[in-house]
């Protein structure tokens, strides 16, 4: 079993549109939680962490859940800018960040 | 005013020759790191250094060998290339290495082994 696993995709909605992607990860003991943003042959980029709590950014909002072992990513209004790979990113216990493979978003005028 | 900088950005060797990849941080950090990204687009990281003491060396042969002569440098070496290796080389840094430190990666190398 992958540590962090996500659905490939991709997600094609047209502007406009909400889409949320979901994350799985396998480790109970891990302790931070992100999101990263990789445009097509660029390097990944912080999009933002995720609290326990939840949290928004904007159009973007982030929610855990710890008892599930389950990420979330929403993604309300979506522009045409916002087609990327969104990756899904665990830290454990050792500090190291885990990646998942992304789940491509391509968003359509 | 690059942050994360490596050279080359594109490689392309030939098997069994011995290459080399360079990073190089302006951000002040004290935590470098170089992951690879292969074709099925998973990132692993291979190795982090924390004030030039080498603290992850993850499941990767020996022919690699990171070296990180201060703060703001970490060099990747590698021996004897194999087609395997065809990849994007990122690097990455950090300040500290604990939880809801952001890293900052630089560009990417992508190496072609042919």
């Given amino acids: 079993r992958k540590e962090v696993e996500q659905d490939p995709g991709p997600f094609n909605v047209p502007e406009g549109a909400t889409v949320a992607f979901n994350c799985t990860y396998s480790n109970s003991a891990s302790q931070s939680f992100f999101w990263y943003r990789q445009d097509c042959r660029k390097e990944p980029k912080l999009l933002m962490s995720v609290y326990s709590s939840g949290n928004e950014d904007g159009r973007f909002t982030a929610q855990l859940n710890r008892a599930s072992q389950y990420i979330s990513l929403l993604i309300r209004d979506s522009k045409l800018s916002d087609s990327a790979t969104y990756l899904c990113v665990v830290m454990d216990s050792s500090y190291k960040l885990i990646f998942g493979s992304g789940t491509r978003l391509l968003v359509r005028p | ?114």
């Fill in chain 2, 1 to 114: 005013d690059t942050a994360v900088s490596q050279t080359p950005k594109y490689l392309v060797t030939q098997m069994g020759n011995d290459k080399s990849i360079k990073c190089e941080q302006n951000l002040g950090h004290d935590t470098m790191y170089w992951y690879k990204q292969d074709s099925k687009k998973f990132l692993k990281i291979m190795f982090s250094y924390n004030n030039k003491e080498l603290i992850i060396n993850e499941t990767v042969p020996n022919r690699f060998s990171p070296k990180s002569p201060d703060k703001a440098h970490l060099n990747l070496h590698i021996n004897s290339l194999e087609l395997g290796d065809s990849a994007v080389y990122f690097c990455a840094s950090s300040q500290g290495q604990t939880s809801h430190r952001e890293q900052y990666f630089g560009p990417g190398t992508r190496l072609t082994v042919t």
